[in-house]
């Protein structure tokens, strides 16, 4: 079992649609959630991150952490085509500073 | 304000041969990463360094080396490169614990022939 799974997809919204994206993690230990963004041949960016049960929401975009599940999920609103790109899932445990990343999910979002 | 700059942004080794690549940060991050991007398998941790003065192996560490010169700087060394290396090469930094998230570098885009 992966530590940090995602499905690859391609999903595919419309434009104006909320977009969901998922990760479970399999270290019940686990401390810090993160996700980045991947444009197509850049490096990753952070767009969030949450350590507490519950929901975050920053603009357009909302972490929602449940420890009980080990699920971390991602919600977009009103996505862009500018939103496509590929998100990836970061989990931590400790105090090292290491990050496990799932395989990220491609997002494909259609004018 | 640069970040973490990464040196070069694209290489060609034949197998054999050795080679560098560079990282260097200005946010005065304690914690420095490797990580490699290959398709399908995300990215995955080569070495790490979580303060000055220390490193330790990560998911995948055989076949690489790492310096942290000083604070600033951490380097990853290939000594006998192997067309199982090629890859995409990402240097991150972070506060200690990481518990901000990573900045990452623009990456090296290493081919092994």
């Known amino acids: 079992q992966k530590e940090v799974e995602q499905n690859s997809g391609p999903l595919s919204v419309p434009e104006g649609a909320i977009a969901s994206l998922n990760c479970t993690y399999s270290?019940?230990?686990?401390?810090?959630f993160f996700w980045y963004r991947q444009y197509s041949g850049k490096s990753p960016e952070l767009i969030m991150f949450?350590?507490?049960?519950g929901d975050k929401e920053d603009g357009r975009f909302t972490a929602q952490l449940n420890k009980a599940s080990q699920y971390v999920s991602l919600l977009i609103r009103d996505s862009q085509p500018s939103d496509s790109a590929t998100y990836l899932c970061?989990?931590?445990?400790?105090?090292?500073?290491?990050?496990?990343f799932g395989q990220g999910t491609t997002l494909q979002v259609k004018p | 304000n640069a970040g973490v700059t990464q040196t070069p942004k694209f290489q060609v080794l034949k197998t054999g041969q050795s080679m560098t690549l560079q990282c260097a940060q200005d946010?005065?991050?304690?914690?420095m990463y490797w990580y490699r991007q290959d398709p399908g398998m995300g990215l995955r941790l080569i070495y790490y360094?979580?303060?000055?003065?220390?490193?330790d192996k990560g998911e995948v560490p055989n076949g690489y080396n790492v310096s942290r010169l000083n604070k600033r700087e951490f380097s990853l060394r290939l000594e006998s490169a192997a067309p199982s290396q090629t890859s995409v090469y990402f240097c991150?930094?972070?506060?200690?614990?990481?518990?901000?998230?990573?900045?990452f570098g623009s990456g090296t885009r290493l081919t092994v022939v």
């Open positions: 970061a989990v931590s445990s400790g105090n090292t500073g290491k990050l496990i």
């Open positions: 360094s979580a303060s000055e003065g220390t490193t």
């Open positions: 949450i350590y507490s049960n």
């Open positions: 991150a930094s972070s506060e200690t614990g990481g518990g901000n998230g990573y900045t």
């Open positions: 946010m005065n991050h304690n914690s």
């Open positions: 270290d019940r230990g686990s401390q810090s």
